[in-house]
């Protein structure tokens, strides 16, 4: 057809048309389309992405979505660090190897340009991708997005197809929203990761501490907790039927009274506190307060020491302290005392050996009544002076009878005077141990007076206290027992599991200490023993120091 | 070429069709009509009455009307801007050639963005154009139902065609009555318009029989009533003819195009700012002297049809006989100035040629033309004077 023909044609139009405007809607409306199809998957895709996925799990993800709208057989993201490109992700995942991207290289050019394009590849122009035999179909065409953080390009999002020209604009446009997204996601999976290493650290900090720590917030609720609760606590922590701390650590149904976080409250100042458990345990409570960004309190810290086994020993270290005070004051009495007494006896036994010459027996037995009371004072003065030298003295070969016996010497007659008799039941063929006498003494001694103090407080016709020795066989051992019991009025079961408390007492505050019974069963330990306590209401206890006879 | 088109709007045609101009535009959907006219037709009331047809229908108007003859491209970019910032959605021209002609390239330029250059040529349009309606206030043009529009690229210097079926409104709404305002001067100019569109159609290399029977129409009713129309401007019947005439000779135009003579008188007019129907009077019976030895048989339908008694007459002796009757038409509505006279400089003419060579309207002239016959017949008809 010559140049004038087609001319003519052209103007008689016989190819063309007045242009209609429902194709034209048409053609619109399905350019619409698809733009809500693109808009549908990127919503999609953002909605899918987690934050703590991997970019390649991301890559893969959007690879499976974008065939729906584009021609799609390889999707690969490039990071650039430091002027290197690197093939960080692709789907399919196995589908080339790039090992350095030449200048020429789409991804290079575009993160160059920081901005898109459509890449149509003559195959020297893409040598540098190894494509895996399993995909031996070359690319045709590749549409690139840079993807920025702010103003920088950090990659490249290549969607790529063994089509020829496969992508236009309007592909290229959601390409580049893709990457947008993707970058969004990338950065946010990264910052997430950065966040919850650092929350990591915070909390294994916490958990690391062995003392527990709490964080409540100003309405009583456990917010968190570093699983440190001593064992005695966690009845009344499992049972709790809120999240309150009453109820988690005191088991109550409502807010403690003078709880310290009203304190904290109004002061906005840490408060320290002591606390007694139902279960004996002595703790120290520190209540910290944490501020939120307006400085109002917004949570409290909790931290508890315990510190049971810290005051028993402080308390024992007191009380040795006092004892050996004692025992130099008494050493010194008694020495001082040694010489007038020798004289006394010495005296009372010449002048009754005349009397009793001078044929005056009755003066004479007065004399040696003297001279008898006299050395009566004379053993009491060196059990004072073997007591309080408890300290030196090491374990020796001991007969807990014979220790009994040198006790009830000193404390009867202070006993007896309460209206109180003492029964001795003391097993004679007992095997000899070895204990450090002076403390096994201190330990009766105490058992003793609270059995007298114990008796004090009750109505009984008969006050009695039975001290009594035995041998215990047992299959991990032989032990020998040492029981103080009396007829008192007992001890309340509540308060059966305190009495070993440092500082815990049912006395006046001017007689006990609260010291003794916590003294007595360090000492018990001390020699790998313990103490038992028994009790009836109403009817008394008895207290057994029970020693092993054999060390396992 | 054994296959043909045939594109035309609805057309609605008669004295006081005006009135339908309201509801014709609110059929094709327009909401807010941009209403392109002129100073004259304005001054003559028919812009005031089509607004009021357009109101009656419910549709706001906004007029436009900053444009002159032979329409230059700026005053199109000065009624895109009014358009646009206007809200229209639909354009009615009530007017001339110039009026419509600018109506057309608001609407290309509105939907298709770009610059006119952009367009010239065949089918260049990628978008459907907003709706038009075109109601002619003059006899001639017959743009009204073509797929042409004609605009001066005032860098240039000339007139660009654009041609595209796009360019076809979608109604066009033919009174009579609005010709009577029109001056006898124009009446002549538009007259010789319409009638040179009926002669280059009906030789045109892609006249076909449904062109031929327009292209014959319009030839016989100019005949017949352009004296009348010229001499009594107040003649309905003439005036009625005169617009039928104009309107079968765009149809005629629009789907077999012209030839030579428009080709060569765009250049002129886009040169001179003078009316398309003198340009057109002065190089006519040139270019029909040129192409007679190519198609005698459809010279010889002219002259019959243009009333001549060649019974008889040798093939080329009754062809002849169509020039004759031309001459002798123009002669009797006194458009006998030769170019020259209506001030072209004879220096221009290698450029006008060269530039004619290039126009779309050659390609159909029956008779290819080289550069050097073009200027051979733009000499020609320099003086009028001296060949008569």
């Known amino acids: 057809m010559n140049n004038q023909e087609k001319l003519l044609q052209q103007l008689t139009g016989v190819d063309s048309s007045k242009l209609n405007y429902y194709v034209e809607l048409k053609k619109r409306n399905a350019e619409v389309l698809q733009q809500n199809r693109r808009l549908g998957i990127l919503h999609q895709l953002a909605r899918d992405i987690n934050i703590d996925m991997s970019i390649s799990d991301i890559i893969g993800r959007a690879f499976t979505k974008l065939p729906q709208t584009l021609p799609c057989d390889f999707l690969g993201l490039v990071t650039v660090h430091q002027g290197e490109l690197t093939l960080k992700a692709m789907a399919p995942r196995n589908f080339c190897r790039i090992d350095n991207f030449p200048a020429h290289s789409p991804s290079q050019k575009v993160i160059d340009r920081k901005k898109a394009g459509i890449f149509n590849l003559k195959p020297e122009e893409i040598d540098h991708i190894r494509q895996t035999p399993a995909y031996p179909l070359p690319l045709k065409a590749l549409a690139v997005a840079p993807m920025f953080k702010r103003d920088d390009v950090i990659g490249a999002l290549i969607v790529g197809s063994i089509a020829d020209s496969a992508y236009g604009e309007r592909d290229l446009s959601f390409v580049q929203h893709l990457a947008d997204q993707l970058a969004i996601s990338i950065q946010n999976a990264r910052l997430y990761k950065q966040v919850s290493r650092a929350k990591k650290e915070w909390e294994e900090t916490f958990k690391a501490v062995t003392d527990p720590i709490f964080l409540i917030d100003t309405d009583y609720n456990v917010l968190l907790h570093n699983d440190r609760l001593p064992p005695e606590m966690n009845a009344s922590w499992n049972q709790a039927l809120s999240d309150k701390c009453f109820a988690k650590l005191h088991g109550r149904d409502r807010p403690c009274p003078n709880c310290p976080i009203d304190e904290i409250k109004r002061t906005g100042k840490p408060v320290f506190q002591r606390w007694q458990t139902e279960s004996g345990l002595l703790l120290d409570l520190s209540y910290y307060p944490v501020f939120n960004e307006e400085k109002q309190l917004a949570a409290v810290t909790i931290i508890l020491k315990d510190v049971t086994e810290r005051t028993k020993m402080e308390a024992q270290l007191v009380h040795s302290a006092k004892l050996a005070a004692l025992g130099e004051m008494a050493a010194g009495v008694a020495h001082e005392l040694n010489s007038p007494m020798t004289v006394i006896i010495g005296s009372a036994q010449i002048l009754a050996r005349e009397l009793q010459k001078e044929e005056r027996p009755e003066d004479a037995e007065a004399l040696e009544d003297i001279a008898n009371c006299g050395l009566r004072c004379k053993r009491i003065i060196q059990n004072l002076l073997t007591f309080s030298r408890q300290d030196q003295l090491p374990a020796t070969e001991i007969d807990l009878n014979a220790e009994v016996v040198r006790v009830l010497s000193l404390i009867q007659y202070q006993i007896n005077r309460s209206q109180i008799r003492i029964v001795e039941r003391l097993q004679l063929d007992l095997p000899k141990l070895t204990a450090n006498g002076p403390q096994i003494q201190q330990v009766l001694t105490n058992l003793l007076v609270n059995a007298r103090d114990a008796l004090a407080l009750a109505d009984r016709d008969e006050k009695l206290i039975e001290v009594t020795t035995s041998l215990r066989r047992r299959e991990d051992g032989r032990a020998a027992v040492l029981s103080v019991r009396d007829n008192g009025t007992g001890i309340a079961p509540e308060n059966l599991s305190k009495v070993f408390t440092p500082f815990y007492t049912s006395k006046e505050a001017t007689k006990g200490t609260g010291l003794g019974l916590s003294v007595s069963l360090g000492i018990a330990e001390s020699h790998n023993g313990t103490i038992e306590v028994e009790s009836r209401p109403g009817e008394g206890c008895t207290f057994s120091l029970v020693l092993p006879l054999e060390t396992t | ?388």
């Open chain 2, 1 to 388: 070429m054994n296959i043909s088109k045939f594109v035309s709007p609805e057309i609605i045609f008669g004295p006081g069709s005006l009135s339908q101009i309201g509801e014709s535009a609110a059929r094709i959907g327009a909401s807010r009509v941009f209403l392109v006219s002129d100073e004259g037709v304005i001054k003559a009331g028919w812009a005031e009455r089509a607004m009021h047809y357009l109101n009656a229908s419910g549709l706001e108007t906004v007029l436009f009307s900053s444009l002159t003859t032979n329409p230059k491209d700026y005053e199109v970019l000065e009624g895109l801007e009014r358009y646009r910032r206007s809200g229209c959605d639909a354009i009615v021209a009530v007017g001339g050639g110039s009026p419509t002609d600018v109506a057309k390239s608001i609407a290309i330029l509105a939907s298709n963005g770009g610059q006119l250059r952009d367009y010239e040529g065949i089918n260049k349009i990628s978008r459907p154009l907003p709706p038009m309606v075109i109601a002619p206030s003059t006899a001639g043009a017959g743009s009204e139902v073509t797929q042409f529009d004609i605009i001066v690229d005032s860098e240039r210097k000339l007139k660009m065609s654009i041609i595209s079926k796009s360019l076809v409104p979608d109604i066009a709404i033919v009174d009579p009555e609005l010709l009577t305002t029109k001056d006898a001067e124009l009446a002549a100019a538009t007259g010789v318009d319409a009638f040179t569109h009926g002669i280059e159609s009906y030789v045109s290399l892609a006249a076909t029989p449904l062109t031929d029977i327009h292209a014959l129409k319009a030839i016989e009713l100019v005949s017949k009533y352009l004296r009348r129309a010229v001499r009594d401007r107040q003649d309905l019947e003439a005036n009625t003819n005169m617009a039928m005439a104009s309107l079968t000779g765009g149809l005629a135009l629009s789907n077999a195009i012209l030839g030579a003579t428009h080709a060569m008188t765009h250049q002129v007019d886009g040169l001179l700012d003078k009316h398309h129907g003198e340009s057109n009077a002065a190089i006519l019976p040139h270019v029909m002297e040129f192409n007679l030895s190519a198609c005698p048989e459809r010279y010889r339908d002219i002259a019959v049809t243009m009333g001549e008694n060649v019974a008889g007459l040798p093939l080329q002796e009754a062809a002849r006989r169509s020039i004759d009757a031309v001459r002798s038409l123009l002669s009797d509505i006194d458009l006998k100035k030769g170019l020259g006279e209506i001030g072209l400089d004879e220096k221009v003419i290698p450029q006008l040629s060269r530039n004619a060579l290039n126009d779309a309207c050659l390609v159909t002239n029956p008779r290819p033309a080289s550069v050097e016959e073009l200027e051979a017949i733009y000499r020609q008809a320099l003086w009028q004077g001296e060949k008569t």
